[in-house]
């Protein structure tokens, strides 16, 4: 059987506050459709004509992403943390390109939710436990997620996270902190008691919230050329602050489950008709 053709449109919110900080949604797509060439033999199930990032805050933007593509199926796979505000916003972005019509769409299971996360979260822990020698008793894991106070569902994905982390590693006390609901990325710094701390960002790209935000929380280094993972040590602290997820090593193959699980499951909806995507 020939494999099926279609689109993917890794559809994330982004950000315009530096020229690159969407990069890593850009190298995502590029990355998969590389994959895709050295792996055709061994992928039968689907053929990808065309992958690009759309963004509410970027280019391409969601409402225009569409006029790139040939017409037909469209897997899009929502680049988020959790099923919250943000993806309620996708069925009336991607409905008001004006060729929508033309296609059939698929949407995928949200991108951080995915369970091969949590095992790189888990390698990543491993990794600097074993590297750095630290004691879990005296290593605190903090998991900082974006959070909204406009969707109470939103902070889940994050405390499901650290409460697998919780149970991964005995001993090592795992929060959870948000930088826009309670309890904020800033209130857990002040609280961390241990002399280690690992910052898993619960985020997804390099913009404002990664580069600022949350280095800002912990009173570190800021800035758009932010290197991960960023390691800093004083005489009372070590730290290190890993990267955000669109950077993991294993999301090329998050991508590519969540895409093949999709077009097998998913009946196409015509956003025209229909007024709404299935979520």
């Known amino acids: 059987m020939p494999p099926r053709l279609c689109s993917i449109v890794l559809a994330a919110h982004g950000s315009t506050a530096t020229e690159h900080c969407n990069d890593p949604l850009h190298d995502m797509a590029a990355a998969i459709l590389q994959r895709q060439e050295e792996q ?5 199930d689907l053929w990808i004509e065309k992958i690009t990032p759309a963004f509410l805050q970027g280019e391409p933007q969601m409402t225009e992403v569409l006029e790139s593509l040939p017409e037909g199926d469209v897997i899009v796979i929502p680049v988020m943390t959790s099923d919250g505000y943000y993806l309620r916003k996708l069925p009336e972005k991607f409905a008001s ?26 390698l990543l822990v491993t990794h600097h436990l074993s590297s750095f020698h630290l004691k879990p008793e005296e290593t605190t894991v903090v998991v900082i997620g974006h959070g909204t106070r406009r969707n109470q569902t ?6 499901r996270l650290v409460n697998t982390l919780a149970g991964q590693f005995p001993g090592l006390k795992c929060l959870a902190g ?30 404002p919230h990664t580069t600022e935000d949350v280095p800002q929380a912990f009173h570190l280094n800021t800035g758009t050329d932010q290197l991960f993972p960023y390691i800093h040590q004083s005489d009372s602290r070590f730290l290190i602050y890993e990267k955000p997820l669109a950077m993991y090593s294993n999301a090329v193959d998050i991508c590519f489950d969540l895409a093949i699980e999709t077009l097998n499951i998913s009946q196409p909806v015509n956003l025209i008709s229909h007024g709404e995507l299935s979520l």
């Not at 390109?97 to 888990?122: C, P, Q, T, W, Y």
């Not at 939103?154 to 405390?159: A, L």
């Open 40 to 44: 055709s033999a061994t992928s039968p």
């Open 97 to 122: 390109n004006r060729n929508a019509g033309k296609f059939k769409f698929h949407l995928s299971s949200v991108f951080g939710m995915h369970a091969m996360i949590a095992d790189e979260m888990k």
């Open 154 to 159: 939103s902070g889940e994905s994050t405390y």
């Open 178 to 207: 948000f930088l826009d609901q309670d309890p904020t990325a800033e209130k857990i710094a002040a609280e961390i008691t241990t002399p280690n701390t690992i910052i898993l960002p619960f985020l997804i790209s390099r913009g």
